[in-house]
């Protein structure tokens, strides 16, 4: 089983080096005075809690799995423990604002903690990581009586919250859902039906559990258009904040489920549960869009954490399983076969994890400063312009990096061979973990959809451009540098090609509308090897200068350009399928006939 090592150093690679963090923080005076020791004392705190207490309890929290019984939810051993200790260094309120019993430090350096407890142990992270959401939730759209009466608990992790969607019939269609929101005398509403899937629905961690609900009120449009979000706690709350009667919220069961059997995935019974409307009659979808999008960049961890957790596994593996002989003679004579890592095709699954883990890291990080300054900045042009990077990278990055995530705890698999398989080597625990990551928050589909039809299509494609321009900038300013050809070149291609694309899927569409369906999975991937083309060219750009110095952390520095040129030569040649597959268009998908599909 792999105890996980914080990646301390690339971190700190990729907030001090490519993205420049300090100079973010002080940029934007909310978060001015977050200086690299700050920083840096954060993400050492955070690692230490993650090596030594999410760590231990990750395997044997998947083997014994969450209990039922009753309505009860007991997680596994352990989780309540490190939850409490979790509660005690203050995680829960690290990057709430300091008007919301918040500690005020910015979401971006908050991002780095997830990633790490993420990679840890995804199951358990998942608890507070919902509550994040709530948070966000009732900060944004919650009244000031709201505020007072659930914040300062779910801030300080003594309550948690959830986020409750998707019911038997409506997942990717919210639409349709049907739980009913009837209005009481007392301003506060019954709410009545049944939300299935609901993560950390029901548990022993805290002593209540704020459910954000999405319902519909009497008489509301049909569609999205009529869906309102109400605050639904498990217990009722007094007027002075502390924990009143047991509201009708029940759990009716929880799943048995492929993964994150550590997390307890609820069934949630709303049987004319108390219940207070939150944002704006019908307008609940947009006010969850905040629950959600927190919920898409957290997922993105999950994705990147699967490439780091399998990554860390397969390298000690790789380095000490013997099996055969390099094809060009013995690599370690004295042993009586070599270890598997000289082996080429070995060295393809490593490398790409590699890859798309530290590819990963630099993208979820770089959105991160995105959505700092929509929370901050005080210039409304420039929250807008963050605000629709942060749309366009948003899809790319959730539905991209779980993907490549999936691929990575694959490989991991494969590298250790037959145990791979076994439950105690861990690996198959990742494969199972993560998979559920392509599918919550937006299927990959959902998410494709979202990229290519409404944020690049139906802007025209000006967001796009916005990243598009980025990049070809980024190109031109490096164009005087040799060393950086190898990497400028593709890129700088693929850039244009992205606009190519687009257009004629464009074109397409004006015809027939399917085609954005036919094109979208295909546009995401695209999207997401160049977003990481662009990302590895600046780690190779940063790189470079560290090694045109003096340094002493030359292997370090030469490891990202080798990783880069492994993922220009290896992984974004995939694109060109991609391409080929977009132009092929809508016709070979849709010629047969429902009855035709089996005889
Ligand atoms: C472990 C787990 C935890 C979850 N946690 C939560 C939670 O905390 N809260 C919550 O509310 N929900 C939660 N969910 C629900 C999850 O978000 C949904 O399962 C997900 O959004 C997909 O919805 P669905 O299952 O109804 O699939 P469907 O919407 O029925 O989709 C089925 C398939 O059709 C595809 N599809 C559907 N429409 C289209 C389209 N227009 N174009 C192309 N393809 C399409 C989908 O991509 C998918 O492949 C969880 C689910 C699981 C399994």
New binding site residues.
Partial sequence: MPQYKAPIRDIQFVMHELLNFEAHYDALPAYAGTNRELIDGVVEAAADFCENELSPINHSGDQEGCHFDNGVVTTPKGFKEAYKKYIDLGYPSMSVPVEHGGQGLPGSLGNAVSEMVGTANWSWG?YPG?SHGAVRTVEHHGSPEQKELYLSKLVSGEWTG?????ES?????LGIIRTKAEPNADGSYSITGQ???????EHDLADNIVHIV?ARLPGAPKGTKGISLFIVPKFNVNADGSVGTRNNVVCGSI?H????HG?A?CVIVFEEAKGFLIGPENKGLNCMFTFMNT?RIGTAVQGLSASEGAFQGSLAYAKDRLAMRSLSGPKAPEKEADPIIVHPAVRNMLLTQKAFAEGGRALVYFLSQFADVVEVAEDAEQRKAADDMLSLLTPIAKAFLTETGSESAKHGVQVYGGHGFIAEWGMEQIVRDTR?AC????????Q??DLLGRKVLSTQGAMLRNFTKIIHKFCEANAGNPAMAEFLQPLAELNKEWGDITTRIGMKAMQNPEEV?AA?VDYLYFSGYVTLAYLWARMVSVSLEKLAGDTTERAFYDAKVKTAQFYFKKLLPRTRSHVATIDTGLEPLMTMDVDQFAF
């Fill in positions: 998942m919902l959830t986020m409750c969607l998707t019939h409506a997942g990717s269609d939300k299935i899937f609901i993560s950390a629905g999405l799943e489920k492929m993964g994150i997390n995935t919920a559920i599918l919550y928050e937006g299927t990959t589909e959902i494709a959809l369906g979208a």
